[in-house]
Structure formats: structure tokens, C-alpha cells
């Protein structure tokens, strides 16, 4: 069991899981809420400029990830959902003053 911790607790595995789950759940809200074309669905993300909030719903799941990993101890993989979750901050502040 400690093995298996020991290979999930790195910063590239929470980077990995931070990267990871707010495509997810774009795709998730795309195929449950949106019953469009995806393109369409781009489209109309970008096209009422929105894109920004959109990307910061998603993170939300990153958090609640960031405290899965805090409570069972694995700090390493926290840390790397933390940086995954910044990255996402810092194109959402570049998107949103490059416009």
C-alpha cells in the first residue's frame, strides 16, 4: 500500500491530476448540459466572451482534488494540483487582459 502512495505522491502526478480534471469537466458539462456540436459549443464560448469564467468554473474540481490529496497526507501530489491550478490562473489573467 505504502508503494502505491509513495508512486502517487510526486508533483508531476498532481500536476498531471490538476492539468487533467478541468478538461474533464469541460467535456463532462459539454456532453451532459450542451447537447450541440462541439465546434458550435467553442464557438459560442468565445463568441460571448465567456471563455474566462468557463475556465475558472473548471478549476473548482482542483480544489476539492487539493484536499482528496491533503487529507490523505500525499503533500508532493497536493503541491503539483497547487501548481496545476495556477497555471490555469495565469492563462485566464492572460486571456483576460490580452483582449
Known sequence: MDK????TNTEKAGMFAGLLIPIATIVIYYLFVEPVDFL???KQIFISNSYTRIIGLCIVPNFIIFFIFRWQKRYKASEGVSIAT???LLIIVILKYTN
Open 40 to 42: 458550435f459549443f467553442v
Open 86 to 88: 495556477l497555471i490555469y
Open 4 to 7: 502505491v502512495k509513495d508512486k
